[in-house]
């Protein structure tokens, strides 16, 4: 497992992972954390998954690809009102040692939602309801280890879903691909969460138990996390996949592609985190913002990276972060990764 280890005497944070070592130091002018190799990690396990065709180990290669897709996600730096190697954007909260904490914690989850679609793969919503109880106990796990901060609960939801859906492909023999991958997620979760909207759609008013994804969903109709899951995760198949591989084919760096799938992001997406945050008008506010800096060429243009740091400014100081499009490049990241390993 990926191990964590905080020197006070030497003020470095140190991430153990099983192809690199990472250093933060906590002076933020001067970050020593080295960009995750995604490739040599999917690489490494591509000869694990050929030398043992096991389903436990299968699980340990999807579970640890998802919690690497945490790490890819909020090392990815600058990121405008988002936690990355920089700053810790519009979050007072939490930081890149809390989202550390986070991933280390949920890996083992993973794992076991993983081993869930190897086993459960005839009966796939049943693999949903077997996964949603795992996921609970993630959740505990989570806010024990970042000391009660919500850094992954919506990425407990889809990575779970997801490391269950790639669990069953390999179970029943079937191709892993992206198409396939969401062939089976759509049989495990469609019905049932459709269902939930349904009744939520019939609740009149909103209460303070319920998520902010379901009051905003009863307020404005915009479904979240829930309706991503219904729909196959179209955001990230039809917006942010082609970006990020369009990016790799031209071997682009891979920072500068995960900003530009995040920019895309924020520019075609209904962020329920900014909504819960701010408003509508914010909402769209950035989609321009983001608009515009990707017509000037983004992440990719010579000025890309300063243009981010100022936005992290602004919309820090306007208390606007979108954690959706957050999760939404972990996801890519995870399905890149998955689709590296199945790859021949």
Known sequence: ????????????????????INIFEPDKSNFLLEEIDLMSFCSDYKIHAQNSGS??????IIGKCAAMSLLEEVNTSPKPGLVDRLTNGAHKDMNLLTFYCSAQALEPFFIRMAEQGIKEYKDLEQCFRNIREIGIEAEASMYAATGGVNTHKGLIFSLGILCASVGSCYASGKIISVDQIMLQEQQMVRRILMEELDRLNKKTECFARESHGENLYKKMGVTGVRGEAIDGYRTVREIGLPVMIEGMKQKKDFNQIKLQTLMTFMNKTEDTNVLSRTNMQTLLETQKIAEEYLQE???YAVNGISRLIELDKYFTEKNISHGGCADLLAISIFLVSMIQIAQS
């Open 1 to 20: 497992m990926t191990k964590f280890v905080y020197s006070q005497k030497s003020t470095k944070f140190k991430v153990v992972t099983s192809s690199i």
């Open 55 to 60: 389903p436990e180990m299968i699980a340990q």
């Open 297 to 299: 060429g983004g992440a």
